[in-house]
């Protein structure tokens, strides 16, 4: 569904209910002037298996009933732009409850509160944050999402990454991004190599399979080959 809308969204919401064997939803709509409300709300289909929203459209409770969207599998949100920090959080706490969400692609998170909302996520495998975080990340080694997580796809702040532990321990595929406004090139591979100390040294260095190492600015990646992966098969920078 890709519209230009004003004040069609109501009956596009509407529309969509009917179909009852629908599997996939991509709504990238846009309204084209600022009369335009959240009014997808409660879209309720059980049949859905995924979802992407991009969308002004979309309301703070359109997780409210979560439980009954029993096949949704896969979430790709990008955040409307009038969203409040407590319309975010309405809507994370609605997606931990969803029962079968394995897949969840956000355009950012934005403080510590709604990371840890993330980790109370059931089963979620797959986990990619698109905007570089820039907050101290700390992470609940007994959450579900530590428990569950194989897929990261994640950008970090040089300016917080010396203090990040992912503990996720079963994590086989790493993709990350290190972002720099700091053109010190000691000062960075410092950050960098402690982060390595802190992650490969007997912790996720142990099931990683596949490791994506992305950078911004330049860092020493030499540092790298003195830590072992037993059951990498790919390494990419």
């Not at 009956?11 to 009852?20: D, T």
């Not at 955040?79 to 994370?92: E, R, S």
């Not at 029962?99 to 996520?121: V, Y």
Request: glycine residues 2%; neutral net charge; hydrophobic residues 40%.
């Amino acid at each position: 569904v890709t519209e230009d809308v004003n004040f069609k969204a109501q009956s596009l919401s509407k529309l969509l209910q009917k179909f009852k064997c629908l599997r996939n939803i991509k709504m990238r709509i846009n309204f084209s002037n600022s009369i335009g409300k959240n009014v997808f709300n409660e879209l309720l289909i059980p049949s859905l298996e995924s979802l992407t929203i991009d969308s002004n459209a979309l309301c703070k409770n359109f997780f409210k009933n979560a439980e009954k969207l029993c096949k949704l599998e896969d979430v790709d949100i990008n955040w409307p732009t009038n969203f409040t920090a407590d319309h975010i959080m309405t809507v994370l706490n609605g997606l931990t409850m969803l029962p079968e969400l394995t897949e969840l692609i956000l355009d950012r998170i934005s403080d510590a509160h709604e990371w840890q909302m993330l980790e109370n996520c059931e089963d979620l495998s797959l986990l990619k944050i698109k905007a570089p975080i820039d907050f101290p990340l700390m992470m609940n080694v007994g959450s579900r999402l530590c428990q569950t997580l194989k897929d990261l796809f994640i950008s970090l702040d040089i300016s917080i990454i010396q203090s990040v532990r992912l503990i996720f321990i079963k994590l086989v595929l790493l993709s990350l991004e290190i972002t720099s406004k700091n053109n010190d090139r000691s000062v960075n591979d410092e950050a960098v190599h402690c982060f390595m100390r802190n992650n490969f040294t007997k912790g996720i260095n142990g099931t990683l399979e596949i490791l994506t190492l992305q950078q911004s600015t330049s860092f020493d990646l030499t540092p790298l080959s003195r830590f072992y992966f037993p059951k990498i098969n790919l390494y990419t920078s």
